[in-house]
C-alpha cells in the first residue's frame, strides 16, 4: 500500500518562500489569495497489507528521516491500496 | 477557504532524494519500505466562498506559481472551510 | 550583475533529510561520507552595476523573502558579472 | 574536508517558484531585480583527506542521490578544510 504524508512547518515558524508566493499572486491580481503555506509531501510505498504495521512503520520514518519535530508538524494523510 | 494541493514529479522522473530517503529506510531496518516520492504541498487561503471559483483561481496558481507542467504534476486535493 | 546567495539550515537545527542522504551514501558504500546538510541556493539576477547598491538589495530579499532568519542562515556566496 | 555542491535546474527548465520569488521581490519595489532561479546546495562532510578522492566521491553521490542529470546540473563549487 501506498501512505501520503504531509510535513508542514509549525504553524508559529514564518514562511518567507510561502509569502513571496502569496504576494507573487496578489500582484498577478489574484486578490482573493490571503496566504500560502509550503510543505512537503512523501508517497511512502510499503510491502505492507496491514495498516496498523503501516501506521507504525510511517509514524518512525516521519521521526526519523522525514521531519523535523522542532520546526515541523507531520500528518499521514491517508493510506491507498 | 483553504485549498491543499499538491505537487509531484511527473512519475517517469527521476527522483532521487526521495530514492535516497528509501535507502535510507532500508539501512535503517525498515524492510517494507519500497520506494518513496518526494512533492510539495501547498495550503492557500482564500477569501473567496464559492468552491467552484476558488478552484479556478487555484488551478490558475498552479499554472504560474506552483508547478512545472513539463516535469510536476499538480492536483488540488481537497478544500477546507 | 548576478548574486549568489546560500540560504541553510543554523548550525543547531536538526536536517532530517540531509541525515537521510548521508545514511543512504553509507549504504550504497560510501563510508567516507560523515555528514550531510541540505540547503538553497538562489541565483538573483540583478539590474544594477554596483555591487554595493547590489549587496543591500540582496540583504533585503535574504530576509524579506529568502530566508527565515530564525531557522536559517543566509550569506550572499559572490556576484558575477 | 567538506565540499560544497550546487544542484540547479537546467537553464531550459522553467523554475516557477523562482520566479514566483522575482515577482513578490517586484511587488515589494525591488524594480532591480529581473530574475531568481532556487536550486539546492549540498554541505558533504568527508573523511577524506586527498581532494582528488574527495571529488571522485561526491561526483558519484551527485549523480547517484543528489541530482536528477535528466533536469539538473550539479556543480562542486569548492571543498572547505
Not at 17 to 38: C, M, P, T
Request: glycine share 4%; with cysteine; net charge neutral.
Amino acid at each position: 500500500m501506498k501512505a501520503i504524508v504531509h510535513v508542514s512547518l509549525k504553524p508559529e515558524v514564518l514562511d518567507p518562500q510561502g509569502k513571496a508566493i502569496a504576494r507573487a499572486s496578489a500582484a498577478l491580481g489574484y486578490a482573493a489569495v490571503r496566504g500560502v503555506r509550503q510543505g512537503k509531501v512523501f508517497e511512502v510505498e510499503l510491502d505492507e497489507r496491514d495498516e496498523a504495521r503501516a501506521r507504525a512503520i510511517v509514524a518512525e520514518l516521519c521521526a526519523k528521516l522525514l521531519a523535523n519535530p522542532v520546526i515541523e508538524d507531520f500528518r499521514i494523510e491517508r493510506f491507498e491500496p
